[in-house]
């Protein structure tokens, strides 16, 4: 069973596109987190959201926790070829745990 | 900074023989994590260590794992015997937790082991 459900699972767009990526819990979480990783390497920390209903933006990514803070979305505004990759959120609480993961490809 | 290290990158080994991951953290960091990353499972978080003590190892699958940190700089994850379910891509991570306040969790490249 997992704690974190992302959707979509898969998602595959062309460049320029916007999109949205969900994460969802019945789970509440001290905080939660955005990371993406590339193929053949470790995910990297995107972003970290700590209050319920916070808003986030790094450049053309708009990331927002829900104000239960029990799930979370990942906006990308006019995706590029670079987007591409396998973006997992995590939550923390009294453990770590991270979502099912949403695999992104970005066609140019 | 070199980052995390993880050693080997790859491995390839027969069911029923024992493998040893390698881990070297961030200098300076003082909590360290294994996960193993699947394509059904996703990834999950094995065990992690503050400040050399293992806290929680829930999340090891078996008596077949067992995951030490002699010291600061150094950890290790064995699977002993190996059996083909256990493949899939290993990580470990650190991360630096002082005065109440908790560091970014850095990713090592991983270690993807094969077992036939």
């Known amino acids: 069973t997992q704690l974190l459900e992302q959707s979509p699972q898969f998602l595959s767009i062309q460049e320029g596109e916007n999109l949205t990526v969900y994460c969802n819990s019945s789970s509440v979480f001290s905080s939660l987190q955005w990371y993406r990783q590339e193929p053949g390497e470790g995910p990297v920390l995107l972003v970290t959201?700590?209050?319920?209903?916070e808003v986030k933006k790094l450049k053309r990514l708009t990331f927002q926790f829900g104000d239960a803070r029990k799930d979370s979305s990942l906006h990308i505004t006019a995706a590029q070829p670079g987007d591409t990759g396998l973006y997992l959120c995590?939550?923390?609480?009294?453990?770590?745990?991270f979502g099912t993961g949403t695999s992104l490809t970005v066609i140019p | 900074d070199a980052g995390v290290i993880q050693s080997p990158r790859h491995e390839v080994t027969e069911m029923g023989q024992e493998v040893t991951l390698r881990c070297k953290p961030i200098s300076g960091h003082n909590s360290l994590f294994w996960y193993r990353q699947t394509m059904m499972r996703g990834l999950e978080l094995l065990i992690y260590?503050?400040?050399?003590?293992?806290?929680?190892d829930s999340g090891m699958p078996e008596d077949r794992f067992s995951a030490k940190m002699p010291n600061a700089s150094f950890s290790t994850l064995k699977i002993q015997p190996s059996e083909p379910r256990d493949s899939a891509v290993y990580f470990c991570?650190?991360?630096?937790?002082?005065?109440?306040?908790?560091?970014?969790?850095?990713f090592g490249p991983g270690t993807r082991l094969t077992v036939l």
């Open positions: 260590f503050n400040n050399n003590v293992p806290i929680d």
């Open positions: 959201v700590v209050t319920g209903g």
């Open positions: 991570a650190s991360r630096r937790v002082a005065g109440g306040i908790t560091d970014t969790q850095y």
């Open positions: 995590a939550g923390s609480g009294n453990q770590f745990y």
